[in-house]
Nanobody, 112 residues
């Protein structure tokens, strides 16, 4: 199983980015997927999750700004990030819930 997050970059505050998580080696359709982030000097935190049935949940800090979605045909999960703030600066990772595997993350930097 491999997970690859990409789509990060440098954006000004108020801007948007769309992250993708491409998964190989496992069929995602019934799996719950989480997006985490880790800012410098801070613990990794859960940002958003989507269940196999499509239910979603968000950290309070991103609720109303981020949207998680999935494309089971492409075996890919997305994180649409809007109204970005400097506090959103972090490395973002995707993870299959219950699978002890972290893929390569993608850096998001939001300038003020």
């Amino acid at each position: 199983v491999q997970l690859q997050a990409f789509g990060g970059g440098l954006v000004q505050a108020g801007g948007s980015l769309r992250l993708s998580c491409a998964v190989s080696g496992i069929i995602l359709s019934r799996k719950a997927i989480d997006w985490y982030r880790q800012a410098p000097g801070k613990q990794r935190e859960l940002v958003a999750r989507v269940t196999g049935s499509g239910s979603t949940d968000y950290a309070d800090s991103v609720k109303g700004r981020f949207v998680i979605s999935r494309d089971n045909i492409k075996n890919t999960v997305y994180l649409q990030m809007n109204s970005l703030k400097p506090d959103d600066t972090a490395v973002y990772y995707c993870k299959i819930r219950g699978v002890p595997l972290w893929g390569q993350g993608t850096q998001v930097t939001v300038s003020s």
